[in-house]
């Protein structure tokens, strides 16, 4: 038998496992969604639901933000094992603090409505750290720009976080941003016609489905 329970914690579920008459519980890590299609829009939505007034927050520490980071490519799993810190409670609440931020201005931007200028002056306070901690360095035929971890430090996701964000915000690119109607989530829109809705069909499409053929079926049952 297997039953799955959902726990308070926001990054797991319990795997109640029985057989040969013992129970087994196991702990399921929390699968990172990255339907953004950019890495400043996948790390906003580690928000759960930005449409709730306490959503739940799936970077409950530093090692679940070394997962998303390894998840989302924006680490490689050397660098998320030697980013692996006991103390990096500071690190966790200036990314907290990015993430919040980031959600007003792109939010702000995609409904036309100004930036405050404080968020905007952080936001360049972020950039200029990260442009410190860069260094150019030769690749087999060209020059690339890179944020290492000898130089960053734990600060390492956070600064590419931000690079990843202004080259967005600055972009073209930008004005396909769009954000899901059912839980707030930011995506690009590559679609060919532009017409993409939802965050994922799988999820918040899907659900938006069920609803509307639930009430269908009522009114009809009804009529």
Not at 185 to 211: H, I, P, Q, V, Y
Request: charge should be positive; include cysteine.
């Amino acid at each position: 038998m297997l039953m799955v329970i959902l726990s308070a914690s926001p990054v797991k579920a319990i795997l109640l496992v029985k057989g040969g008459g013992a129970c087994y519980i196991a702990a399921m890590a929390h699968r990172f969604e990255l339907v953004g299609g950019d890495l400043s829009l996948d790390f906003l939505n580690t928000i759960h639901d930005w449409t709730v007034p306490e959503p739940r927050d799936y970077l409950p520490d530093f090692r679940e933000v070394l997962r998303f980071g390894a998840a989302s490519r924006a680490l490689t799993s050397g660098e998320a094992r030697r980013l692996t810190v006991k103390n990096a409670g500071s690190e966790l609440r200036r990314l907290r603090e990015l993430r919040a931020r980031l959600e007003r201005i792109f939010r702000g931007a995609i409904v036309q409505r100004a930036p405050l200028a404080r968020d905007l002056d952080a936001l360049a306070h972020d950039a200029a750290d990260a442009a410190r901690a860069a260094r150019l360095r030769r690749v087999k035929h060209h020059v690339a720009r890179e944020i290492a971890v000898d130089t960053a430090g734990p600060s390492t996701l956070r600064w590419r976080i931000v690079e990843a964000a202004l080259a967005l915000l600055t972009s073209e690119r930008f004005a396909n941003v769009k954000t899901c109607p059912a839980c707030g989530w930011f995506f690009l829109d590559t679609s060919k016609n532009k017409s993409r809705r939802w965050c994922s069909m799988a999820t918040c499409g899907s659900n938006a489905k069920a609803r509307r053929y639930y009430w269908r079926s009522k009114s009809r049952a009804s009529a």
